[in-house]
């Protein structure tokens, strides 16, 4: 690690198994943690979708949202389509099965438990995550809102995405996110552009102009 990111980085050595609260909170508390990316999902060595997408990611709402004299934030990496489940996108990877069986389902209603728990948390919809690294360019990525527009990102694009989320000052937003040249509307009757394309030099900047859920994030009614 790069010696100015060291003094801010604590490893904790003990499994935090969802959707165990104490677990979570002991964690938090230990680690003196400021915010929390949640990137946990399903698995086929343990967890299911069930467990870790949806009530996961309540349990993680509550233990930062009870956290006194702070106000930590919660980013959460969701996935795109969780709002158009007559998608086939959605269809598809709801009907896997296994430990990963209703993750769609799970996602949208772990999605729902932070916006009615939390304030201060961006919920970050990845598109595909692809083979190999991204440019480092925030101009080659770009955001959205309205679950009309996916496409796909490298991880580490994802990994600088998540960690912009927890610099932009904006909070309480729902975006979703994609290369720019990848963009694809997840149903026939949408369009590209949409219109609500959030796009900056800086991967922070992508975020500032984003419409907070509480104001009325765009929506394409189902």
Same mark, same amino acid.
Request: hydrophobic letters at 40%; proline letters at 5%.
């Given at each position: 690690?790069?010696?100015?990111?060291?003094?801010?980085?604590?490893?904790?050595?003990?499994?935090?198994?969802?959707?165990?609260?104490?677990? =979570?909170?002991?964690?938090?508390?230990?680690?003196? *943690? /400021? @915010? !929390?990316?949640?990137?946990?999902?399903?698995?086929?060595? +343990? &967890?299911?979708?069930?467990?870790?997408?949806?009530?996961?990611?309540?349990?993680?709402?509550?233990?930062?949202?009870?956290?006194?004299?702070?106000?930590?934030?919660?980013?959460?990496?969701?996935?795109?389509?969780?709002?158009?489940?007559?998608?086939?996108?959605?269809?598809?990877?709801?009907?896997?099965?296994?430990?990963?069986?209703?993750?769609?389902?799970?996602?949208?209603?772990?999605?729902?438990?932070?916006?009615?728990?939390?304030?201060?948390?961006?919920?970050?919809?990845?598109?595909? =995550?692809?083979?190999?690294?991204?440019?480092?360019? *925030? /101009? @080659? !990525?770009?955001?959205?809102?309205?679950?009309?527009?996916? +496409? &796909?990102?490298?991880?580490?694009?994802?990994?600088?995405?998540?960690?912009?989320?927890?610099?932009?000052?904006?909070?309480?937003?729902?975006?979703?996110?994609?290369?720019?040249?990848?963009?694809?509307?997840?149903?026939?009757?949408?369009?590209?552009?949409?219109?609500?394309?959030?796009?900056?030099?800086?991967?922070?900047?992508?975020?500032?102009?984003?419409?907070?859920?509480?104001?009325?994030?765009?929506?394409?009614?189902?």
């Amino acid at each position: 690690l790069p010696a100015d990111l060291k003094p801010y980085v604590t490893h904790y050595e003990k499994p935090v198994a969802l959707p165990s609260q104490q677990a =979570l909170a002991d964690a938090m508390t230990q680690t003196h *943690a /400021s @915010a !929390l990316i949640f990137c946990a999902s399903a698995s086929k060595l +343990g &967890g299911t979708s069930a467990m870790v997408d949806d009530e996961g990611v309540g349990v993680a709402a509550q233990v930062l949202a009870s956290v006194k004299n702070q106000d930590p934030r919660l980013v959460l990496l969701s996935a795109l389509a969780v709002d158009r489940p007559d998608s086939k996108s959605y269809q598809i990877t709801n009907t896997i099965g296994g430990n990963f069986n209703g993750i769609m389902d799970a996602k949208r209603n772990g999605e729902d438990k932070v916006r009615k728990i939390m304030k201060n948390y961006v919920i970050l919809r990845p598109g595909v =995550l692809l083979s190999g690294k991204g440019s480092g360019d *925030a /101009s @080659a !990525l770009e955001l959205n809102q309205g679950d009309t527009i996916g +496409g &796909g990102l490298s991880r580490d694009e994802l990994a600088q995405l998540a960690v912009a989320a927890l610099q932009t000052s904006n909070k309480e937003i729902t975006v979703e996110a994609y290369r720019k040249k990848t963009a694809t509307k997840l149903q026939t009757e949408f369009q590209v552009p949409s219109g609500r394309e959030l796009t900056a030099g800086t991967f922070a900047g992508m975020f500032e102009k984003a419409i907070p859920d509480t104001a009325g994030m765009p929506y394409i009614p189902k």
